[in-house]
């Protein structure tokens, strides 16, 4: 356990840890499980920058939410980003499956990655303000953060196949079975929902069980989509889940709250 701990905040952020002494498909599968713990982590650190730029400034909404944005990709080590940016180079060129594959591994962006990154962070911050706004700051950004690595339970579930035989995605590929990734689901959306009703009411916690039901559905559609494109999931499609369920949860947060 205390391998997959290291695997996966080490995989996840750029907080020490320490290195596994051993990595395997176990310590893979551990380590995908304890990832909403890790979101968990980033997203408090996000929600107590958050908090404090309120604490000073109490009507600078807009830079609390670009502050706890930085702070969650800056934690992540801007990898997701990469992920994000690689997956949507690949899917918009169009090309067949051992292109996009190689597109996918060059240290190059495109000009979709580009437009991806911005709009992932255009989103956020946007999306997070008017949480913000509605008084649920510091805990939208928690709880959309720890939702958003929620997604990795289900990407590398057993049904989903690594796209290439190396790299990340075949250590944590096909690893998670999907009655495991139903059962940290249910955790994580106790805990969402119970921080939701104690800091606000009954409908933010209504909102917030809606919001990880659908960050969890647009895991299964990225994966899909990996699936039919590429042939499996890549540690690049991870990086993409995570970066495209973040928004996804603070928008709905904005919107439902």
Known sequence: MIDAIRLAFGLLSILPAGMPSHVDRVIGRRAMLLAPLVGAVLGGVAA????????ARPDADLLAAVLGVLAVAALSGG?????LADFADALGSR???????RIMKQSDIGPFGVLSIVAVLLVDVAALTA?????FGWQAILIATTASRLTLPWTCRTTVP?????GLGAIVAATVRPLTAALATVAVLAAAAALAYLTRSTPSAIATAATLLLTVAAALATTRRAR??????T????????ELTLPLALTTLALTL
């Not at 990898?79 to 992920?83: C, E, I, N, S, T």
């Not at 690594?162 to 190396?166: G, I, K, N």
């Open 48 to 55: 107590g920058v958050v908090a404090l730029v309120q604490l």
């Open 95 to 101: 090309r067949d499956r051992e292109t996009m594959l």
């Open 131 to 135: 949480c913000l706004q509605a008084n």
């Open 228 to 233: 039919t494109t590429l042939g499996g999931t």
């Open 235 to 242: 540690g690049d499609v991870l990086g993409a889940a995570i």
């Open 79 to 83: 990898l997701h980003l990469d992920g």
């Open 162 to 166: 690594s796209a290439r035989p190396d």
